[in-house]
């Protein structure tokens, strides 16, 4: 059948075609501006209630600390309580899906750590997708890690210790809080790097690994300087190297493991703020400027310096490429250890 006489009643009416199209344009255009003059309005007003940041593990530790200095801040800059609250579980998973449950307005955040690229490797099933999912608002800091050895250990420095590891493969223990964890990928890729067999031995709290190390029961683990402080101070635990390519605030003297012979080396537990998917590019952009601008506080730097954190802040953008570049990194590290959950 032609086009001509496909509908008949309206063969030689182009007028009829064109009207109801530029109507249909019109309103379309009009209904576009209205949807937009709305966002613009929401932003503008931004915040006129209380914000949320969920913090994905427990009370009482770097992350939780960096998120309540950000929080004071932030909510002093905006004129709104910024709130922190705590919900741990399923390594990260618990708190930041009850995030994504939330309406998608820039009302409940999440500060998310290395566990959010590490998780996509070690369970079996995610209930979302660590990428599409959010809405990157920024990079906040990284905190290095310290690998750490009991002092009766006959090694001194990292050459010593990787000499000792290959005299005697897979018989060095180095413990963690927990497969797939932060501390465990850090092991990982010392091994890996280190060309060492070093086994694993997981723990479900950090403080009974400290303790383990201490008593020798263990003979190396790898976590933040502020947790080991008190007992490198006391000689109880020797500092080996740090794990960035920076030198940590807190332990100026202890050289990095990229100094110290292993150059590719580089691995800290990093912070960053995001939201869901979907949130309107205004409020993106008024977090991101007040988060950066928390950040460039003294009295933030300084409570930051405390908790051994380096600060980074970032664009948006910036943060998404890091997230895509460190889910690559940590799947392979995954990949190498061996981990999974159920």
């Given amino acids: 059948m032609s086009g001509s006489n496909r509908f008949p009643g309206l063969a030689g009416h182009a007028g009829f075609a064109r009207r109801p199209l530029r109507r249909f344009l019109a309103g379309a255009v009009i209904a576009i501006g209205a949807a937009c003059a709305a966002v613009s309005a929401f932003a503008q007003s931004y915040p006129t209630k209380p914000i949320r940041i969920i913090v994905p593990t427990g009370a009482g530790n770097v992350t939780d600390g960096v998120a309540r200095v950000l929080a004071t801040h932030m909510g002093k800059a905006m004129g709104q309580a910024v709130v922190v609250e705590n919900v741990p579980g399923a390594g990260g998973v618990t708190g930041t899906q009850q995030m994504l449950r939330a309406p998608k307005d820039g009302y409940t955040l999440v500060q998310v750590n290395n566990a959010h690229a ?122 080996i190297g740090v794990t960035t390519q920076a030198r940590s605030g807190m332990l100026p003297t202890v050289p990095t493991l990229a100094e110290s012979g292993l150059p590719n080396y580089n691995f800290g537990a990093w912070l960053a703020l995001v939201g869901p998917a979907g949130m309107p590019k205004p409020v993106v952009d008024r977090l991101n400027s007040e988060l950066k601008a928390a950040l460039a506080l003294k009295e933030v730097q300084e409570a930051f310096a405390k908790l051994d954190v380096l600060i980074i802040g970032s664009t948006s953008e910036f943060a998404a490429q890091f997230f895509q570049t460190e889910l690559e990194k940590h799947l392979e590290l995954v990949k190498r250890s061996g981990a999974t959950i159920q």
């Fill in 118 to 239: 590490i998780n996509p490797g070690i369970f079996k099933e995610m209930p979302f997708d660590s990428i599409k999912d959010f809405t990157p608002i920024g990079l906040i800091g990284s905190t290095p890690l310290t690998l750490l050895v009991n002092p009766a250990l006959p090694a001194k420095d990292l050459q010593e210790l990787l000499a000792l590891a290959r005299a005697k493969p897979g018989t060095l223990t180095y413990g963690s809080s927990g497969n797939g964890s932060v501390l465990h990928l850090a092991g990982v890729l010392l091994g890996s790097e280190g060309n060492v067999n070093i086994r694993h031995v997981p723990y479900k709290t950090i403080g009974q690994m400290i303790t383990d190390v201490i008593a020798g029961h263990i003979d190396m683990a790898v976590f933040a300087a502020p947790a080991a402080l008190p007992q490198l101070q006391a000689g109880k635990l020797r500092a």
